[in-house]
């Protein structure tokens, strides 16, 4: 088993954490890692994946310590996508590695540098960071790799999604050459191979979607509902739901603020999150809601991605992702490495092309809630045209004509070659 193949300190910080038996990407991944080998890893979030490449990182640096003699020297990149995954990381590094002498640090953009300045001078051994702030620092004289032996790129697909494939490129040109590099993603799109394969070299690969995609510990609902009773929807479901919070996901800024503006409206405590909010206000939103002072929390997939939960009973896929790989990341915020969970979605008319993806990558149906007060599901009944008597007065007979014209127009409008249309 790979934990009992880690330093004693180690193994006592995972014991502290109730770790007791590894995941199947930490089963797989350590190994190879402590092999002193590259890795290409796919996996999405709740499989264990930070365990899988921070154990080992950490074992590393208890094997080569620090001279106390000298100032620290960065030993250990991890570049990631959002503040709340830096932050995130940076929690589960101090957690495993609270038994050793490993110093962490994390900078990212959105706050003062005076405070990071002073964690950089200081010397960390294991440095997270943000793309943006971490260039520039580097382009300020703080922060030198020189004897870095670790590189580690987590998040990649969201990298690529967020455009920071220029700076990671620029980024990569201040690292060694001989060092020890680990690429992470959810999904694996051409242009993550592309940049996997400037990073590694002769990976070993490992890829867990195929055993977690099936989300099986999750009870999984569907509704159908018109996208103008969502919210009506939504706020009936948490009145009635048990759950003591719940993550809902949305596609955007403005409507992650529009849904906690009416979530609150009707009694709900809720908060919104995304990539628009000032730094202070995320992190309060983030913090309220892991202390339980906020029910709900509404986030858009960049700001979600770092937001750990253990014991988040509900999320609820306000807008289905147009991605189906991304509809996986979000049912995982509650089926934590394996743990059970409760997903919910709302399936508007123009969204089931993306429902129909999403159950394609699920190889299995999503049971739909039928009965609901807001059921978006009506079949259309036929109107039966009302006849004009023979005996009726000359006026209804002409009033009649206009309804019948005008529903002759709208046929074939409809009827029209598409590149009429619109």
């Not at 189906?324 to 743990?339: D, E, K, N, V």
């Not at 599901?377 to 008597?389: A, D, E």
């Not at 004509?401 to 249309?421: D, G, H, M, S, Y």
Request: charged share 20%.
């Amino acid at each position: 088993m790979p934990f009992s193949s880690l330093a004693e300190p180690i193994q006592r910080a995972l014991l502290s954490e109730g770790y007791t038996q590894p995941t199947p990407i930490q089963e797989q991944a350590i190994p190879i890692l402590l092999n002193h080998k590259d890795l290409l890893g796919c996996a999405q979030t709740g499989t264990g994946k930070t365990a899988a490449f921070a154990l080992p990182i950490i074992q590393s640096l208890c094997e080569h310590p620090a001279d106390p003699n000298r100032s620290r020297q960065t030993k250990a990149l991890i570049l990631c996508p959002t503040r709340e995954l830096a932050a995130q990381l940076g929690a589960s590094f101090n957690s495993y590695a609270r038994y050793t002498p490993i110093r962490t640090g994390v900078i990212f953009g959105g706050v003062p540098q005076n405070a990071q300045e002073t964690i950089l001078r200081k010397g960390v051994d294991v440095l997270i960071a943000t793309p943006g702030r971490l260039l520039d620092l580097i382009g300020q004289g703080y922060i030198y790799f020189g004897n870095l032996d670790w590189f580690v790129l987590d998040e990649a697909d969201l990298m690529l999604d967020m455009g920071f494939i220029p700076d990671i490129k620029r980024i990569i040109t201040h690292l060694p050459a001989d060092r020890q590099s680990v690429f992470l993603s959810a999904t694996m799109p051409p242009e993550a191979v592309k940049l996997a394969n400037r990073i590694l070299r002769n990976p070993e690969k490992v890829d867990v979607t195929e055993q977690t995609a099936s989300a099986d510990s999750i009870n999984q609902l569907l509704y159908q509902v018109n996208k103008q009773d969502k919210s009506a929807l939504l706020v009936s479901l948490l009145r009635k739901s048990k759950a003591d919070n719940a993550l809902v996901f949305t596609n955007t800024k403005s409507n992650a603020d529009r849904i906690s503006r009416s979530l609150n409206q009707a009694g709900i405590r809720a908060e919104s999150i995304h990539g628009n909010k000032p730094q202070y206000a995320r992190i309060k939103a983030l913090g309220d809601f892991k202390n339980g002072r906020t029910r709900v929390l509404v986030a858009t997939d960049i700001a979600a991605r770092g937001i750990d939960v253990s014991e988040l009973s509900l999320v609820v896929n306000f807008d289905l992702p147009n991605v189906p790989q991304m509809y996986i990341h979000r049912i995982g915020r509650t089926g934590r490495a394996g743990a059970g969970g409760k997903a919910v979605s709302f399936c508007d008319p123009s969204e089931r092309h993306f429902l129909k993806d999403i159950q394609a990558l699920l190889a299995q149906d999503i049971p739909i809630v039928a009965e609901h007060p807001y059921n978006g599901i009506r079949k259309k009944t036929k109107s039966t045209p009302k006849t004009t008597s023979p005996a009726a007065p000359a006026a209804q007979v002409a009033s009649a004509v206009p309804a019948a014209r005008l529903k002759l127009t709208l046929r074939i409008n409809i009827a029209a070659p598409a590149e009429q249309i619109g």
